[in-house]
């Protein structure tokens, strides 16, 4: 079947039959393709009847769809036009794991984040009614996503303005984490009342109550809305339309009601239930671990095996630790129990842990209120999500000087995500934070000892790790970190190379055992170690700094303001990502085109002066 | 009356006579003071009644009352033993116009920017609860700031986990332009149907419902909450216990109901309306021009008196003169229609504007929609609100390069409004995003230019302009701008200042006619005019950068960076914001203490070996 699909319009012409055997198809080839690629495999499973009658019903790309997260659209890739493109996934050059603008006409928006396929549609429908056009606007948004506080506020103005935009709550009972908070419970009590009947069944029911004479006439729509929207449903003060709950893997079902929506006009919900991983036991079974998965072997499917210790599981593992003689200490994540290293901690202090739900910014603001409170809460939080909640961190957090620890993790390039998804822009950001410390650990060890520094010290500090492996520790063990001092990591008399996190190794390898190279570990970001960083230029060293991280405005910039305001003007040279977005591939990689990694910076050197000397018999 | 209340625990003993006698007395001296200080009188007249049954009622500060952007807390201020500083309310070392932690234990959240109470209020209860702790939180909060996503997120959460929270909603209608949103038309709804009672009334109504024998016993507060909580109100899908609307200027109502609220448990929504500008009748008849108010006469009032033309107006003809001609041009503010200069293009333009609410982040993504179906959308953002957007400007605008504007208003330092509110991060955060050019005009001629510009060159713009006035431009002229060059405006030969906006003013005036001193208006902040640099540069001259910014990766730190790339060693001196948060104080004033004004300037010359050249008779 597949085969034949060239693009969406192949799909209007396939009987129902046909129609069941490219479902059955496309959930094969997703699962045979992530299980080499790895990727978002229990959503994408999960989205595929919706999609395929997505597909049929309406008209991509004149009438838009757009998948909020956008990582549960492998099948909608499949179907428009990348099939012989679909094994790139993910990969270095290939197509984007999430829908992507400049990928594909049919892909409506360029996401990765949740929450805003509904801002996004609102704009699309103010500019669509302006010019007097007329298609229509499908947002898929899961029921996590929903209650994000973004597609709150969005959904609010859409009801308002009554915006022709049907939304589709993807109800699959989890994002990552179970979904928590109010509504989604509400989601659930939803489908325990009612129980979930196929959607034609509903279908049929829904349109029972509009009177045969309305239905179909766009100018009568607003009739027929009155009918259906009444307060007994959740969306009542939004002035939305609200259809479902229904059976979200009924395809015949969910064309029939589609068709029929797609003939009214205004803000409408079409409330679906799927199950993430459907189709596929294994993922069906432990959707959490499905959600995102390495490469694995279909006909042995284990998920992939996390190798090794993370540094999630680091950081997860010292804050338990910490916990067990520091009542105070309390953990906050925006949903990502897992992804952050906290299950433990979750499992082991339940009362001192708290899942917000997809929403950053609150997470960070109820640190505040922790810390206003005599607690030290840490926000677990990856780079790129922060970037959410940064006026938190300002006017909650850092203005107060409240006792808030950032844990940081995913910072630097992240590898397959790609663009959305790469923690290139914390220290720029954070930098300019009055009050808030910065540090980056160079290994699991001294990720503990500035952690129990941190909640020494006081005030607002962010600790960021890389997204990957480290080595592991020995529980008990607390190694101490002297504050605020750099660490001379190798001697070297011509020039110092400044890194941290990652690139530390890097620069190591660079330097090899050459008398000329010293390397720091610049541990501390903010405050710079200037003591050191005098020291340095003192003894006539020039600079080369290193970081994972964008160049503008990053750690190389910090030290180049240290050394304006010493009053120095010393050659200092700066690695790190250029200023355009990195795309997706295996992280060495984009080291090494980025210039960051040890080949990268023998270049550097070289230019600087420091040619390698070569080694005996080379 | 107010004579005699040194703390909250001095209303205890008051008659309700004497109570109101106290009301009259708190808005007399709010009027008073703020005629000579300016504030946020509108919303803090309208809070009067509220505030006094508040600490009637509750014990702070050991009940924790949070003020959603506390500018509505003038009468808690006056009644929590700050009665002798208030006539310094938003001086230079005086009281701040907002509640703030550092000030008084009485002020339970360091606030300036709306919908951050409930996430304080969460994390807060989280606190209490875990320690085992027995004390009220109390949330007030505008219905403008309610459906901020942010408010609406925590609310998800507070109902999942039943916090023992009181939310009170203060429905003026408005926060600062008149509310938007399905949920704020919700309310209006409510009050219609059921017409606004005496709160006294309500609550005997509301407590009729509760049994007798279970009122009181807070074991069985879950049963009461029951019979309250029914489908029919709003807050259902959120598991909120709802009691309104009463009237907020019922001040024996308010008691009455507050005392029996705080005998029960679990998160509970009164919905209180009030009037802005209460019990002045000019601000009742006006809360919009009302709302944030310079010095006035409290004899004849007409409000303060915008005198000049502010950089906001500059903006707002710029654009409507603009939108006449390119009918692609669509405007979107985040609550801020008046303070934007948007005002005259949301009466011309109704169709290509729009209010989103309090919601930067829809603001900015709704942008990003109207952009990917080709329309030219501009986002008017304060500096201070953008950093509540930064993920949207990233995530969803720079990495497709799409053609959003913004125009970031109140740039820099904006006085009396402080901590909260100054403008002075968005460069450091901004520079770090790919694709995203960031200007800076330095009058409204340059804005213009830039603005016609920035639609012609496309993608996502930033223009920066401060808060205050301008020179008035005559309509129809368009001076032409060359994209990405700075411009000398002072020839000099051994020291270039490169200032831009404000700080150019100030740079002229320290260069004098100082043959040695060049100026240069830098107003391409990113990307730099990096042939102009590296013709300075050439020339030997020495450089000095000023900003109204904070200095960490701010301008300057750009220059630094881009002299760095050139491989030049050049001595470099920066001025602007140091790495601290600055108090509120007259803008001038300010910028003298951080020392980027003419006579700072004059002293980083002198510093540089320029010292100032006696002139004749000196």
């Not at 790309?61 to 998948?67: E, G, H, V």
């Not at 994002?175 to 009342?193: D, E, H, M």
């Not at 970081?547 to 304006?564: I, K, M, R, T, Y």
């Not at 795309?583 to 023998?602: F, M, N, P, S, V």
Request: glycine share 10%; net charge neutral; proline share 5%.
């Amino acid at each position: 079947m597949l085969d034949g699909i060239e693009g969406p319009q192949d799909l209007k012409r396939l009987s129902e039959r046909e129609l069941g055997e490219l479902v059955e198809e496309l959930r094969s080839e997703i699962i045979r393709v992530t299980a080499q690629t790895g990727g978002h495999l229990a959503s994408s499973l999960g989205a595929v009847e919706l999609i395929v009658a997505l597909h049929r019903v309406f008209d991509s790309p004149r009438d838009k769809i757009l998948f909020d997260v956008g990582h549960q659209a492998y099948a909608h890739k499949l179907l428009t036009g990348r099939r012989d493109r679909f094994h790139t996934l993910r990969q270095e050059g290939g197509i984007s794991g999430f829908t992507k603008v400049s990928e594909s006409p049919h892909d409506a928006i360029t996401v990765g984040h949740a929450s805003t396929s509904l801002a996004n549609a609102l704009g699309m429908a103010l500019a669509r009614d302006v010019k007097g056009e007329d298609y229509k606007i499908v947002a898929v948004i899961g029921d996590g996503a929903l209650t994000g506080g973004m597609a709150l506020a969005a959904l609010n103005k859409i009801g308002e303005l009554g915006k022709d935009i049907l939304i589709i709550l993807n109800d699959n009972e989890m994002s990552i984490s179970p979904n928590v908070g109010a509504l989604n419970r509400y989601f659930r009590s939803l489908q325990v009342q009612r129980w979930v009947q196929g959607a034609e069944a509903t279908g049929k029911k829904v349109l029972e109550r509009i009177s045969p004479k309305l239905y179909g006439l766009a100018d009568r729509a607003k009739e027929a809305a009155k009918l259906l929207v009444h307060q007994e449903n959740p969306f009542y003060a939004w002035r939305l339309r609200y259809v479902g709950p229904v059976d979200g893997h009924d395809l015949r079902g969910l064309i029939y009601l589609l068709e029929h929506l797609k003939a009214l006009e205004g803000p409408t919900i079409l409330h679906i239930v799927t199950k993430k991983g459907y189709g596929y036991k294994v993922a069906e079974e432990d959707p959490v671990k499905w959600h995102g998965v390495g490469p694995f072997d279909p006909k042995a499917p284990q998920g992939s095996k996390k190798k090794g210790y993370s540094w999630s599981l680091a950081f997860g593992d010292a804050l338990v630790e910490l916990a067990q003689t520091d009542e105070r200490i309390y953990a906050i994540t925006p949903a990502m129990r897992e992804g952050s290293g906290l299950t433990e901690f979750a499992e082991r202090f339940p009362e001192r842990y708290v899942d917000v739900g997809i929403a950053e910014d609150v997470a960070v603001t109820t640190g505040a209120g922790l810390a206003l409170s005599g607690m030290r809460p840490v926000v677990a939080i990856y780079s790129t999500f922060l970037q959410r909640a940064v006026d938190q961190v300002i006017h909650d957090v850092a203005i107060e000087n409240l006792n808030v620890i950032f844990a940081i993790d995913r910072a630097g390039l992240v590898g397959a995500d790609g663009p959305t998804h790469h923690g290139v822009f914390d220290i720029s950001i954070l930098r300019a934070i009055p009050n808030l410390k910065i540090l980056a650990p160079k290994d699991a060890a001294e990720l503990r000892a500035m952690l129990k520094a941190a909640f020494e010290v006081g005030g607002p500090v962010a600790i960021r790790y890389p997204r990957g492996q480290t080595d592991p520790v020995q529980p008990g063990l607390w190694p101490e970190i002297e504050w605020g001092r750099w660490e001379i990591v190798k001697e070297g008399d011509e020039v110092a190379i400044l890194a941290f996190g990652k690139t530390l190794g890097y620069a190591l390898e660079a330097a090899g055992d050459d008398p000329r190279v010293a390397v720091v570990n610049a541990r501390f970001i903010k405050p710079l170690d200037e003591a050191m960083l005098r020291a340095l230029v003192a003894r006539g060293m020039r600079i080369l700094t290193v970081e994972d991280h964008q160049l503008c405005g990053g750690f190389g910039s910090a030290v180049l303001e240290a050394l304006e305001a010493m009053g120095r003007s010393v050659p200092v040279r700066r690695l790190g990502l250029p200023d355009r977005f990195t795309g997706q591939g295996k992280i060495e990689r984009l080291h090494q085109k980025a210039g960051i990694d040890a080949a990268g910076i023998r270049r550097a050197l070289a230019e600087m002066g420091v040619k390698p000397v070569l080694a005996f018999g080379e």
